[in-house]
């Protein structure tokens, strides 16, 4: 095996853990000695260890003289945990792979001054594609202080999401819907609008065969009209967040806060504002967010400029009617040059349908 090799080894690791690290990105680490693979590991929770600990745990003494390959730079600083650089340093590993600088300013480059200045051999970019690409939401949420956004949307071959009436049930297969759940797993917090819960009443977790971490489930809801017999106020499995404009009842504020698992966010101004939302869940440690809106809700994160990555989920079916529901609605663009641009990442097919991931353009 290559060098390569081994750091795709070690991002295998941390993709595993993608989703249960928040608000720390995942990390996977293998050790490598002679040709030997001596320890492996993965940090899997925030506050427990970090991936070069458990690697080099399990190395033991052979890891005096191997080789460490690391996804991410080790941190320099004592947070939860003790420096992954002093491990480092104490295990005598003789040369570190890295694949990407933490962004974070509490590490930037000081985890990999220090290991050079203490004369090991650091080599960084080894597989840097793989991490711009697993750490993107991470390295947004340290640049902008806001979430990272992802769009998920369920569409036929000609892009409707639902029959003009609005049924929708269902577009895509049941294995698509399953890997939905995934996707809730993977992510911190997952929101929709008002309606959405007043016409489909969903539960927003993440209801996987093995389980599964639920996300915080977040409504935009302007004037609280959420009813209070809703499936997401009398099921508790994980916090509900309402953000509501500054002349939302009050009454129906202080119904909700009868609810113990749900707390309303009532902005300054009348109307929801994308951008305030995504102010507020970042200073709430919000690092990744999921958007299973209908067309307008699509449509106000678009107008922001607020929209990342979009995972479509495209059914083998052909619906048509022009008043058939589509994925993002607002304004009737003019110019085909208004369209906001993305790059395709990944296609995988799920049961009879296409999973398709694409990025913002310029953006990750």
């Known amino acids: 095996m290559d060098s390569e090799q081994y750091m795709q080894l070690a991002f295998s690791l941390a993709a595993g853990a993608a989703g249960q690290t928040s608000p720390n990105p995942p990390v996977g680490a293998v050790v490598v000695k002679d040709g030997?693979?001596?320890?492996?590991?993965?940090?899997?929770?925030?506050?427990?260890?970090?991936?070069?600990?458990?690697?080099?745990?399990?190395?033991?003494?052979?890891?005096?003289?191997?080789?460490?390959?690391?996804?991410?730079?080790?941190?320099?600083?004592?947070?939860?945990?003790?420096?992954?650089?002093?491990?480092?340093?104490?295990?005598?590993?003789?040369r570190v792979y890295l694949a990407a600088q933490d962004p974070n300013p509490l590490i930037s480059g000081s985890g990999i001054r220090l290991?050079?200045?203490?004369?090991?051999?650091?080599?960084?970019?080894?597989?840097?594609?793989?991490?711009?690409?697993?750490?993107?939401?991470?390295?947004?949420?340290?640049?902008?202080?806001?979430?990272?956004?992802?769009?998920?949307?369920?569409?036929?071959l000609d892009g409707k999401i639902a029959a003009s009436s609005g049924h929708s049930q269902w577009v895509t297969s049941g294995e698509s819907r399953l890997d939905v759940q995934s996707l809730r797993h993977a992510h911190d917090a997952i929101l929709c609008g008002v309606n959405t819960i007043l016409h489909d009443n969903p539960l927003l977790t993440a209801r996987l065969p093995q389980g599964g971490l639920h996300p915080i489930r977040v409504i935009l809801d302007t004037q609280l009209k959420t009813p209070l017999d809703c499936r997401l106020l009398l099921d508790n499995s994980a916090p509900v967040w309402i953000f509501c404009g500054c002349d939302a009842p009050s009454s129906k504020e202080d119904a909700l806060a009868e609810v113990p698992h749900a707390e309303v966010i009532r902005l300054p101004e009348p109307e929801v504002a994308i951008p305030a939302v995504l102010k507020e869940?970042?200073?709430?440690?919000?690092?990744?967010?999921?958007?299973?809106?209908?067309?307008?809700?699509?449509?106000?994160?678009?107008?922001?400029?607020?929209?990342?990555?979009?995972?479509?989920?495209?059914?083998?079916?052909?619906?048509?009617?022009?008043?058939?529901l589509t994925p993002v609605g607002g304004r009737d663009p003019l110019r085909m040059d208004e369209a906001a641009e993305f790059e395709f990442r990944e296609f995988e097919q799920i049961g009879p349908d296409l999973k398709v991931t694409a990025v913002r353009k310029g953006r990750d």
């Open 281 to 324: 869940l970042g200073a709430r440690g919000i690092v990744t967010l999921l958007v299973e809106g209908g067309a307008a809700v699509n449509a106000s994160f678009l107008s922001a400029d607020a929209v990342d990555r979009i995972i479509a989920y495209v059914a083998p079916k052909l619906l048509g009617g022009s008043g058939s």
């Open 36 to 94: 030997r693979i001596l320890g492996m590991g993965a940090h899997l929770q925030a506050g427990g260890p970090h991936a070069e600990r458990v690697a080099l745990d399990m190395a033991g003494p052979a890891a005096e003289g191997a080789d460490l390959y690391v996804t991410l730079e080790p941190c320099s600083h004592t947070g939860k945990t003790p420096p992954c650089t002093e491990a480092v340093l104490a295990a005598g590993v003789r």
């Open 115 to 156: 290991l050079t200045e203490a004369g090991l051999d650091v080599r960084t970019g080894v597989c840097e594609s793989a991490a711009q690409d697993l750490y993107a939401p991470f390295f947004h949420f340290i640049r902008t202080k806001q979430p990272h956004v992802t769009i998920k949307t369920a569409m036929t």
